[in-house]
């Protein structure tokens, strides 16, 4: 009896780097002997021993922040700590009014943060979900079924169709054995196992002798010898992969940091240089300088930017949303704006993800199939001519051999085609409806006797029928060489003819190189009273009927939206699980490759880290990739500056699309533990929805590049007028309080309003932008200075005019704010075309959220200035006619150089270029 070998056992709670043994690469026996398994299964008593010694076979729970914490963390913002200092300051001052409005400000902050935020990470739970929840082993030379995180190392585990395997499993015995592992690996197709080992260096999709736990048996059964579990197994690995990943900031909340810094910095020394200049120079009292102080940073703070950010990103979250696109964290919207590279999958995104026949071969013609997937809507053309199956016989004779050596149905439910069987009969099926056959009525005329299954070991399918007339009928289906080994005929023009061999080889290797998968028909008539089909019936005698080549087509929209990617200055490259002969044929189609140049797995293996770096910005195309090498092509195209965004569907994405920029994961064919790493979910898994997605990304980048140019000259016109009245020794013609209800106010207002802006023309004819370029240019700093000075001179100029004529200190000051609302309103309407001229009818009255925000302001600003409790919580008070005249013209004065100003630099670039 083998028995455990010390050395093979890791020590509890040790997890043992899967690949550390190479269970693929070792016989059977060496397996059975290594893990301690023996044919008739583990005792209870060895199962127990192990399971104490191994431990559960789950995965660890992930890490998950409460929600208090995540609430308190929305507090960790620089801008909002100088808010908390100015609360604690007027409160310490008994000012409470103005200690509540800001305190307010503060929370209402957070909250918006604590709920846009959403759900938690949940990659890791997602992928703890994908192991089975049962397993059937052999222990004690009996059949059970148990809890899968029971099983232990040793341990006998019987599959069938239909079973998540539950462990890594060493198999031991396979008939007809195939294993759908494009969680792992990304493979579309089932993987046909077998028992014999592989070379130590074999990539994880061609490790035939391996059952990898989360992935599913679709065909045939199997029994494997359990090696690895829990966190060992290579799911396992893919976890603990995840927990390592850091999750990078978007470029935007870079951006905003660095801006957040930059402005905390300048805004502290300018309150204290305005304190100490105003308790030196004019001997100000220590209360009246904290309160002078303490205005001037609350009116420098953008507190409405934090806000209007949010809305803007999640009205950008909407617009992606009716264009496929599910966003789960909101700054991922504004980074699809500045992507440079994205890196997508091949099967399901670029591809469909359906088989279909593109290829036809008989003994006399070669026939093109048009059409998509599984829906039976195409044509047969030969030389781009197109043709029906009755003008051919042989066709015709093909198309009914593959609805009757099927077993798959294709059925309509909503417009839509679904497939009920494999995807090689429904790729045949099909073929057979585009031929203008009832497959129904085939069936009925030729129903099936009796059936040989496919079967790994003989490579083929036979069926037998028999008409209503008592004619027999044998059809066999399967490799193409192995069906030319049963042909001794071929048929041609509706007659037999001797089989030309080299003929068919020919289109063999022509198909090959194609990157097509070739499947081969024939048949023969047997005798009425044949009712069995046995091997010996099909070894010899056959009719080759066609040969078909088949593809997972490229979607005819994505080859569209890969050009417009390129055409923004975006790289696109494939990374792909698959051969590389068919990653190099599908990319063909896309105009990916320099030269048609694939780089395997295995090839990246054998590279530098310099040379790694180098060839993840030149090659476009990879092939063979393991869930380190996607992760590794992320970060080398990150190291140079790239922001990437990466497509995936498999647990295998998972590692890469956390580190991303920005995951995308596919929303039907797609694992929850690839849609939970992401930031996107493609509800349609097409690549032209992240095309789309770039767009309306640029275009919220845009948006929010607006509503920051509104909202930082109130800000600085605010600061300077206080500064302005410190300096000059005057009365502050804006408290604290009326500070905080202009930035709110018009924040929510006057900001969101740009949020709706419709994208731009030429929006995806221009570079992305660069990562690290701030985010107000030079120019743009230059219109927010202009504007915050014509700011200052129209409210301290208008206040000191009120005095100037005898009004109350509240009444000039109340006049002071109106003009800086006012101000902003017809500001906003320069901001509508940065650039180009706003008094067009498009650009004054071509905005219905433009215009329902300036009619919201001006109704808060009468409220503000007449309702009786908001003169005791605001200290305003009414004001006359003649002063609303005086706002109404120094707004229009603002509008009126702002244009000006817009027409010089129209001119001033004009002359440049």
């Not at 050009?563 to 105009?591: W, Y």
Request: proline share 5%; aromatic share 6%; charged share 20%.
């Amino acid at each position: 009896m083998a028995v455990l070998q010390p050395n093979n056992i890791p020590e509890s709670g040790s997890a043992r780097p899967p690949g550390e043994q190479p269970w693929h690469a070792i016989s059977v026996d060496a397996a059975m002997e290594s893990r301690g398994g023996k044919p008739s299964g583990l005792t209870a008593k060895e199962a127990r021993e192990r399971l104490a010694e191994y431990g559960p076979n789950r995965l660890p729970p992930p890490k998950s922040r409460s929600a208090i914490v995540r609430f308190l963390a929305q507090f960790n913002n620089v801008l909002l700590y100088v808010l908390v200092g100015a609360a604690v300051v007027t409160a310490l001052l008994g000012h409470w009014i103005d200690t509540g409005v800001i305190v307010g400000v503060v929370i209402i902050n957070a909250i918006v943060g604590f709920i846009q935020e959403g759900k938690a990470e949940k990659a890791l739970e997602a992928i703890h979900d994908m192991l089975s929840p049962q397993a059937r082993v052999r222990r004690g030379d009996r059949s059970l079924t148990v809890p899968a995180e029971t099983l232990v190392p040793g341990d006998i585990v019987l599959l069938q169709s239909g079973d998540r395997v539950p462990a890594d499993l060493r198999l031991l015995e396979t008939k007809s054995l195939q294993i759908q592992e494009s969680a792992l690996t990304g493979e579309s197709e089932a993987v046909e196992k077998a028992t014999e080992p592989v070379a130590r260096e074999t990539e994880l999709g061609d490790r035939t002798p391996m059952a990898y736990a989360g992935t599913l048996v679709t065909y045939g059964k199997g029994i494997g010898v359990a090696v690895e579990t829990a966190n060992r197994t290579e799911i396992g690995r893919i976890s603990s992969m995840l927990t390592e990943v850091q999750t990078l900031p978007t470029p935007l909340l870079r951006q905003i940091a660095v801006f957040s810094r930059w402005l905390t910095l300048a805004i502290l020394v300018i309150a204290a240089a305005t304190f100490v200049f105003g308790l030196l120079v004019y001997s100000y009292s220590l209360n009246d300088m904290f309160m002078a102080a303490v205005g001037l940073a609350v009116a420098a703070i953008p507190e409405g930017l934090p806000p209007v950010m949010t809305i803007t990103l999640a009205i950008g979250v909407t617009r992606m949303a009716r264009r496929n696109a599910i966003i789960r964290r909101l700054p991922a919207v504004e980074t699809l704006g500045s992507v440079t590279v994205i890196c997508s999958d091949k099967t399901g995104t670029l591809t469909r993800n359906e088989l279909m026949v593109q290829t036809i071969v008989t003994a006399r013609q070669l026939y093109t199939v048009t059409g998509s997937g599984y829906e039976p809507v195409g044509e047969f053309r030969i030389d781009d001519e197109p043709v029906t199956a009755s003008q051919y016989p042989d066709l015709a004779a093909a198309a009914q051999a593959t609805i009757l050596c099927n077993d798959a149905e294709l059925t309509e439910l909503e417009g839509s085609w679904h497939l009920h069987g494999n995807p090689t009969d429904g790729a045949l099926l099909t073929v057979g409806m585009k031929a203008k056959l009832d497959v129904a009525f085939e069936r009925r005329s030729q129903p099936r006797t009796d059936l040989i299954p496919f079967e790994s070991v003989h490579k083929f399918m036979a069926t037998l029928h028999h008409d209503h007339e008592g004619h027999g009928y044998i059809y066999v289906k399967g490799a193409p060489e192995r069906i030319l080994e049963m042909c001794a005929l071929q048929r041609s023009n509706g007659e037999d003819v001797p089989l030309d061999i080299d003929y068919w080889l020919e289109r063999i290797e022509a198909l090959a190189s194609k990157a097509q998968r070739v499947i081969a028909i024939a048949w023969r008539s047997t005798e009425p009273s044949h009712l069995q089909l046995r091997f010996n019936d099909i070894e010899t005698g056959l009719t080759l009927i066609a040969m078909f080549g088949l593809i997972d087509p490229p979607r005819s929209d994505a080859i569209e939206a890969v050009s417009k990617c390129q055409n923004a200055g975006i790289q696109v490259k494939m990374i792909t699980g698959d051969h590389a002969t068919t990653a190099r044929a599908v990319a063909a189609h896309f105009g990916l490759g320099k030269d048609h140049r694939v780089l395997t797995g295995k090839e990246l293996d054998a590279l530098s880290e310099d040379e790694f770096v180098a060839v993840a910005n030149d090659a476009d195309i990879f092939a063979r990739t393991t869930p380190e090498h996607k992760l590794r092509l992320v970060r080398a195209l990150q190291t140079t500056g790239h922001v990437v965004a990466m497509t995936g569907d498999g647990v295998n994405d998972a590692p890469a699309l956390k580190r991303a920029d920005i995951g995308i994961a596919m929303g039907r064919k797609g694992t929850e533990a690839a849609k939970e790493a992401a930031e996107m979910v493609l509800t349609d898994d097409n690549f032209a929805s992240i095309m789309h997605a770039v767009e309306e990304g640029r275009t919220v980048f845009d948006n929010l590049k607006k509503s920051i140019l509104v909202l930082l000259p109130t800000s600085i016109g605010e600061a300077l007028t206080i500064l302005a009245a410190v300096l000059l020794a005057q009365a502050l013609p804006i408290t604290p309080v009326q500070i905080l209800w202009i930035n709110m106010i018009t924040a929510v207002t006057l900001g969101m309003a740009l949020a709706f802006e419709p994208t731009e023309a030429g929006v995806m004819e221009r570079p992305p932008r660069s990562p690290d370029a701030p985010i107000l240019s030079a120019f743009l700093t230059w219109r927010i200075v202009f504007v915050s000075m014509l700011l200052l001179v129209g409210t301290f100029g208008l206040f000191k005019l009120e005095l100037a004529f005898g009004a109350s200190l509240d009444a000039a000051r109340t006049v002071a704010v109106n003009t800086l609302v006012a101000g902003e309103i017809v500001y906003l309407f320069n901001c509508r075309r940065i650039t180009e001229k706003s008094w067009t009818r498009d650009g004054l009255f071509g905005s219905r959220p433009v215009l329902i925000a300036v009619a919201l302001v001006i109704g808060f600003q009468l409220l503000f200035t007449y309702l009786p409790v908001m003169q005791v919580l605001f200290h305003t008070t009414p004001i006359d006619f003649e002063a609303w005249a005086r706002i109404i013209l120094f707004a229009l004065c603002l509008f009126i150089l702002v244009e000006l100003e817009k027409a010089a630099t129209r001119r001033y670039r004009s002359r440049l270029t």
